[in-house]
């Protein structure tokens, strides 16, 4: 099967992944459940994704162990990226008492490698499934998984700047 998905869903993939990196290097509050909103809106896109992808591959033959390992490895990738970005944002108090939050360089450096890394993957599972695009569409859920984790550690470390009481 060919990818009939065109430069369509490269240019959404472009721009969904330009919006997440521009949004990390802005200076803004961290938020109580703000920061899993985007992840959890790329959680839904990445599970129909891969429900998509998955049924391209079935379409022309059974869906082999090794594409599904190589998935769930880009998928513990990805969480293990967000956990280093997440070390890269700052964080601190702002002069109303809030607690803000701001991508560094490093931060844009490791959105770039983990989108990298996830195109090499993606390639490596379409080629493995040998029909179908069950990699190139796991790309939301794989954005969800690294966003969920860099936020909710970014969370964590803001939560012990909050003020008490």
Known sequence: MQNTNGGAGLVLAVVVVGLVVRRQLRTRPVRHNGSLIAPAILAVLGAVGIAFGVASVVEDRPLTTLPVVLLVASLAVAAALGAVRARTVRVWRGPQDEVLRK???????????????????????????????????????????????????????????RPQG
């Not at 989108?115 to 493995?128: K, P, R, S």
């Open 103 to 161: 991508g560094t360089v490093a931060t844009t450096g490791l959105w770039l490698a983990s989108v990298a890394v996830h195109i090499g993957l993606a390639l490596w599972i379409d080629h493995a499934t040998g029909t179908g695009v069950l990699g190139t569409a796991s790309l939301y859920a794989y954005l969800a998984i690294g966003l969920g984790t860099q936020n909710l550690l970014v969370r964590g470390r803001a939560a012990a700047l």
